[in-house]
Structure formats: C-alpha cells, structure tokens
Nanobody, 122 residues
Framework: QVQLVESGGGLVQPGGSLRLSCAAS????????MGWYRQAPEKQRELVAA???????NYADSVKGRFTISRDNAKNTVYLQMNSLQPEDTAVYYC????????????????WGQGTQVTVSS
C-alpha cells in the first residue's frame, strides 16, 4: 500500500555531514507526521527527529543543534540533514510515516522504511 524508500546513508568521518532522504509512495491520501528513528547495535530504536504536516518539529536532545529535519509535502519526502556527526551517531536510520491511505482514511497507520546505515568513524 505504502512504500518508504530511504537514501543517503554511508561512512563519514567525525565532524562530517550526511543528508538522508525518504520518499513515500503508494495509495496515499494524506501523510501526517514523518520522522527518523535510529537503532544502534544492542540498543533500542529511538526517535531522532519528527515533523508534522504543518512543519512542527521535535528532536532528541542528543541531536539538537546538529540535525535538521524538513519535508517536501508535494513530493511526500522527508529529509534529515546531519552535521557535526560523532561516532555515537552510528546506527541504522529508519524513516517513519503516519499515513492515511485511500482505503484507510480517516484511519491511519505507521509505515517504516528498510533502514539505511550511517557509520561515523575515522
């Protein structure tokens, strides 16, 4: 019904930057919140940043001032600009979207991307 495709992960040195993108496609009626989560080895998945359809943002304390989330509603795409990356940012990053499909509206469901690896290492 809905697919989320992420791109932009990779290997970067400490202090470097990466930009993640996530495009949603399928039988979309409306996308509400979109966000990024991450999961490091042997740790629980945690929220990194989220943004509502109106542009209200929320960040984990650990990334405030370094990461910026944005979205292009016309393209059903969410971005995560990551600056001043540190080794502790190493994780698999997952895109999330709360979506009402043409079949489910007004009901909505959570959808997840397949994940993209971000490794910060010298």
């Amino acid at each position: 019904q809905v697919q989320l495709v992420e791109s932009g992960g990779g290997l970067v040195q400490p202090g470097g930057s990466l930009r993640l993108s996530c495009a949603a496609s399928g039988s979309i009626f409306s996308i509400y919140a979109m966000g990024w989560y991450r999961q490091a080895p042997e740790k629980q998945r945690e929220l990194v940043a989220a943004i509502t359809s109106g542009g209200t943002t929320n960040y984990a304390d650990s990334v405030k001032g370094r990461f910026t989330i944005s979205r292009d509603n016309a393209k059903n795409t969410v971005y995560l600009q990551m600056n001043s990356l540190q080794p502790e940012d190493t994780a698999v990053y997952y895109c999330n979207a709360v979506v009402a499909t043409t079949r489910s509206f007004p009901g909505r469901n959570d959808y997840w991307g397949q994940g993209t690896q971000v490794t910060v290492s010298s």
